[in-house]
């Protein structure tokens, strides 16, 4: 178990020591005279409330059969996070959760990060097609969500026909067998937790001169993000995936690429570095439940 710890723990920092070796479209020295200590200050409230949002709602699911601390939501939040850096979508998260309850509770917990990834998902989702319809992209883009709204039309029915059918022993029944509350208040959370990231990304090109109009930025922003999370990634190349992505569409608009370069290092610093480096320590601290 040690040795465990170590390797994860060593990857994740090697992993941070990769971005930035790798990085060349960023020079360090153009970013220092953008972040002044005010507005350092603000980046870290942002990432702040993005990280106690995500771990509120898991709190919260978990809430559905047992009642945890704050500090034990962040023990599990941060902790599986740094566990599953190099696993595809982040799916090692659902079995570095399930690690903090007892085997018997192991369904359980992978259905709740489930019910919470797609609460997630949702939101961006629809933001994102809001993101296309705003934005000043070209009639092949808007092809594209058209071809989305058709799927989306023919796979509802679908699933109300599947809802009983079980796989590995989950259900969509059991997905909605959770009171309406339940899921509103995911949403809730999913959706402010959203909003907050994209407000960072928003107050990010601002500092940097992007002379954008709201409408534009925010829309390119809701499509950034869209269109980066149906791209399957192993979760430690996401700010690559999130980077190319940002440099496409912002190109399109004319922006400097250092500049678009500069403010997604800068989000992955505050929003997944700093994250990782606490959960690094809930790693090394972990007593497993299981022998």
Same mark, same amino acid.
């Given at each position: 178990?040690?040795?465990?710890?170590?390797?994860?723990?060593?990857?994740?920092?090697?992993?941070?020591?990769?971005?930035?070796?790798?990085?060349?479209?960023?020079?360090?020295?153009?970013?220092?005279?953008?972040?002044?200590?005010?507005?350092?200050? *603000?980046?870290?409230? !942002?990432?702040?409330?993005?990280?106690? $949002?995500?771990?509120?709602?898991? =709190?919260? &699911? /978990?809430? #559905? %059969?047992?009642?945890?601390?704050?500090?034990?939501?962040?023990?599990?939040?941060?902790?599986?996070?740094?566990?599953?850096?190099?696993?595809?979508?982040?799916?090692?998260?659902?079995?570095?959760?399930?690690?903090?309850?007892?085997?018997?509770?192991?369904?359980?917990?992978?259905?709740?990060?489930?019910?919470?990834?797609?609460?997630?998902?949702?939101?961006?989702?629809?933001?994102?097609?809001?993101?296309?319809?705003?934005?000043?992209?070209?009639?092949?883009?808007?092809?594209?969500?058209?071809?989305?709204?058709?799927?989306?039309?023919?796979?509802?029915?679908?699933?109300?026909?599947?809802?009983?059918?079980?796989?590995?022993?989950?259900?969509?029944?059991?997905? *909605?067998?959770?009171? !309406?509350?339940?899921?509103?208040?995911? $949403?809730?959370?999913?959706?402010? =937790?959203? &909003? /907050?990231? #994209? %407000?960072?990304?928003?107050?990010?090109?601002?500092?940097?001169?992007?002379?954008?109009?709201?409408?534009?930025?925010?829309?390119?922003?809701?499509?950034?993000?869209?269109?980066?999370?149906?791209?399957?990634?192993?979760?430690?190349?996401?700010?690559?995936?999130?980077?190319?992505?940002?440099?496409?569409?912002?190109?399109?608009?004319?922006?400097?690429?250092?500049?678009?370069?500069?403010?997604?290092?800068?989000?992955?610093?505050?929003?997944?570095?700093?994250?990782?480096?606490?959960?690094?320590?809930?790693?090394?601290?972990?007593?497993?439940?299981?022998?």
């Amino acid at each position: 178990m040690v040795t465990v710890k170590l390797l994860t723990v060593s990857g994740a920092i090697y992993y941070i020591y990769w971005h930035f070796n790798g990085d060349k479209k960023i020079d360090f020295n153009q970013i220092k005279g953008y972040l002044d200590l005010k507005n350092l200050l *603000i980046l870290t409230l !942002f990432s702040s409330l993005n990280w106690v $949002l995500e771990i509120y709602k898991w =709190r919260h &699911l /978990v809430s #559905s %059969f047992k009642n945890i601390s704050f500090f034990e939501a962040m023990e599990q939040s941060l902790g599986s996070l740094t566990a599953s850096i190099f696993t595809p979508n982040r799916i090692g998260e659902y079995g570095a959760k399930a690690l903090y309850y007892p085997k018997e509770n192991t369904k359980q917990i992978v259905l709740l990060n489930f019910i919470g990834n797609s609460g997630q998902m949702f939101v961006t989702t629809v933001f994102g097609l809001i993101g296309i319809l705003i934005s000043d992209f070209n009639f092949e883009i808007f092809n594209w969500f058209l071809i989305l709204a058709v799927i989306v039309i023919i796979c509802l029915p679908l699933l109300y026909f599947a809802r009983n059918i079980e796989i590995y022993g989950f259900s969509i029944r059991k997905i *909605i067998s959770f009171s !309406f509350v339940f899921h509103r208040n995911n $949403l809730r959370f999913s959706i402010v =937790r959203y &909003l /907050v990231f #994209s %407000f960072q990304f928003l107050f990010l090109l601002m500092l940097f001169d992007i002379n954008l109009d709201f409408t534009t930025a925010i829309g390119t922003i809701f499509t950034m993000y869209f269109l980066a999370s149906i791209i399957p990634t192993i979760h430690f190349l996401d700010v690559a995936v999130k980077g190319s992505v940002a440099l496409f569409l912002f190109g399109q608009l004319g922006v400097e690429d250092w500049k678009i370069a500069a403010v997604i290092s800068i989000m992955w610093v505050f929003n997944l570095v700093l994250p990782l480096l606490i959960g690094s320590v809930f790693v090394l601290n972990y007593k497993p439940l299981r022998k």
